[in-house]
């Protein structure tokens, strides 16, 4: 048997931000959503996900069309049903004002295996506000007993399903004696900083699958190495294909790692006699130190030396490196991908200040050979505002390093060669090919615009997917369709934003990371998940799942505060998917610094999904390299 807990954050006051004054990122909207935490005694606690949310309330486009009503989570209880399904009881807020939308319900979630929630439904139960939602199985009645907390006083109903309460009395003594019932402690932080709601027995099978899908995922050990060789054949062959370790990890994931051989070990090897010897190895292990070291222009104006968005390609046989960046695009160039970031910087085309227009910035360049042509996709900003920036693709006819080699930018049009994007944005467009049709996805901003540049409305950055013509890839041949929009509070702190999608494939699921969340206060920048599977209609949203969590946070590697925009390349020398991104260090007095880039592989954890947060230490602690193979010659 283990123990979970439910819990939120307080959700006080404001994220603080040194370099940004005058941006607001209400805490609610990140802390105000179901937390857990497990036990195996009742009394001491260790929180999943990073001590951050599991399950958030979903914004209201229905109050809000264009920007959307942010909701967040409070008071989750959690009740074993009659029917083995557990049910969350919560009450939703508009951030930490009352929801005018649903007064007096509470939301009630059903889950499988508390990883995966059904859509709340809401139950009323009284004309005020309430709170404090809590409920219990009566086996006797075949129904739940429901307790509730208003500004008139405490109440108490029966309900066959949760859905429809029975009559409403009051309450004079609550039955649920919470004292009793919540931790004495909680590692890794004081209970003064959260709310708890309640603590529920499972089991550990139940555990196993929580601790899959939210822990820590870590190194645990090595498996024995152990070969058979034949009697009198050469160890050559055993060279040229080394054997590999393979490491497991906390939630039973495996890895395969290459290992160095120790040669005068193999040579006193007898292949010409039965009998067992003992090899020495050392794992190679890869160890990538945030953040990574780059090289600008001696004469570049770069804005405090950092990078954002940058993304590495591979295209024959050298790797290339692409970012936002200055007036002019540019292209670090090197044979290794981590050579990318210490090579000087190739000014590939330089944007033409003509016509009274002024150009300044180019957002999230990324490369796309298709069908052995090579085009950058990047975003303009034109007359030196973010609100008329504009997705543009450029194509290469020969050599990238090559300045001539590259057309001029083309912005990229609908189907009747109309803007992508008429009364609004685009940008961080990105393209893959699946099942034998190509595609783009971009994040979408409507705009409402004023008298002038500096009064206008902003919508939300939603996420977009058409089709395109492989020949002409600035050309859709689809209308476009919506496939994200922020919709939770971890991708509506500060700013509702989704931007920045890349696909990851792994067998016939489709991956896109999406970041979300606040560009102009950095710290709060996050990564999302979105999944279809390969060979469905990409077009429809129905076949694309939005995990409801944040994979990647300022929570999860200490030191790197709001990650993401990130891509995946392949390692070369492991065939391992790595993942390129930036993040942002805070000085000795933790204040905010600048986008700075890193490289971190990507494991996969058992349940299938990319686990986006395996440091080396994590991955294979120092002192674990060391490994022994038993060679059987018989």
């Not at 981590?338 to 150009?359: K, M, W």
Request: hydrophobic fraction near 30%; proline fraction near 6%.
């Amino acid at each position: 048997m283990a123990y979970l807990l439910a819990y939120t954050k307080k959700g006080e006051g404001c994220y603080p931000d040194f370099n940004y004054p005058g941006h607001v990122g209400y805490n609610c909207d990140w802390e105000q959503a179901m937390h857990l935490a497990l036990s195996e005694d009742g009394k001491n606690f260790t929180p999943l996900r990073n001590n951050t949310g599991i399950l958030f309330a979903k914004a209201s486009f229905e109050e809000d069309e264009f920007v959307g009503v942010t909701k967040t989570l409070v008071d989750p209880w959690i009740c074993c049903g009659g029917d083995g399904i557990f049910y969350v009881l919560a009450v939703r807020r508009n951030q930490n004002a009352p929801d005018s939308k649903h007064v007096g319900c509470m939301m009630v979630f059903t889950s499988e295996d508390l990883v995966h929630y059904s859509e709340p439904v809401f139950v009323k139960l009284s004309e005020e506000e309430i709170r404090r939602p809590r409920c219990r199985y009566d086996k006797e009645r075949a129904s739940y007993y429901v307790e509730w907390e208003t500004a008139s006083g405490r109440f108490c109903a029966y309900t066959k399903d949760l859905k429809k309460i029975e009559k409403t009395e009051s309450c004079t003594q609550m039955q649920f004696n919470l004292q009793q019932e919540l931790p004495q402690h909680i590692d890794g932080f004081g209970t003064e900083d959260c709310v708890l709601g309640n603590v529920i027995a499972i089991t550990k099978e139940q555990e196993q699958v929580l601790r899959e899908y939210f822990d820590e995922i870590c190194y645990v050990e090595t498996k024995p190495i152990k070969v058979s060789w034949p009697v009198g054949k050469s160890l050559n062959s055993l060279l040229s294909n080394s054997p590999k370790a393979v490491c497991v990890y906390s939630d039973g994931s495996t890895h395969e790692k290459r290992v160095e051989w120790d040669e005068e070990s193999l040579c006193k090897v007898d292949v010409n006699r039965p009998g067992s010897w003992k090899i020495t190895g050392k794992i190679k292990q890869k160890r990538w130190k945030f953040p990574l070291p780059l090289r600008f222009l001696p004469d570049e104006l770069v804005e405090f030396n950092g990078m954002s968005d940058p993304c590495v390609t591979e295209y024959h046989g050298k790797y290339y490196l692409s970012s936002s960046g200055t007036h002019n695009i540019q292209l670090r160039i090197a044979d290794t991908i981590e050579g990318t970031f210490d090579a000087e910087p190739t000014v590939i085309y330089r944007i033409p200040l003509e016509n009274g227009l002024h150009f300044v910035g180019t957002w999230a360049a990324e490369l796309h050979e298709i069908d052995g042509v090579l085009y950058l996709f990047t975003s303009l900003c034109e007359n030196g505002q973010w609100i008329h920036v504009k997705s543009v693709i450029l194509r290469c006819n020969g050599d990238p390093a090559d300045p001539n080699s590259w057309e001029a930018p083309r912005k990229c049009v609908k189907i009747d060669g109309s803007d992508l994007t008429e009364g609004g944005i685009s940008l961080d467009m990105t393209w893959f090919r699946d099942n034998g049709r190509d595609y783009v996805m971009w994040s979408d901003r409507k705009i409402h615009y004023g008298a002038d540049d500096e009064h206008f409305e902003a919508g939300t950055a939603d996420v977009y997917i058409a089709t395109v013509d492989p020949k002409k890839p600035w050309q859709l041949t689809s209308d476009p369709h919506c496939v994200v929009r922020p919709m939770y509070g971890w991708d509506r702190y500060e700013t509702p934003v989704d931007e920045g999608p890349y696909l990851l494939c792994r067998g016939d699921d489709l991956f896109v990371t999406i970041s979300g969340s606040s560009t102009s206060m950095g710290d709060l920048y996050d990564v999302g998940l979105l999944h279809a599977k390969s060979g469905a209609d990409l077009l429809q949203e129905e076949n694309w799942t939005w995990l409801s969590y944040p994979l990647l946070t300022k929570e999860s590697v200490p030191g790197e505060y709001g990650p993401g925009h990130n891509n995946f390349v392949k390692d070369p020398d492991t065939g391992d998917d790595l993942m390129i991104y930036h993040a942002i260090p805070h000085d000795e007095n933790d204040k905010t610094l600048f986008r700075q880039p890193g490289i971190r592989r990507v494991h996969w954890a058992k349940n299938g999904l990319p686990y986006l947060e395996m440091t080396p230490e994590r991955d294979l602690p120092e002192g674990s390299e060391n490994v022994v193979m038993e060679l059987v010659i018989e």
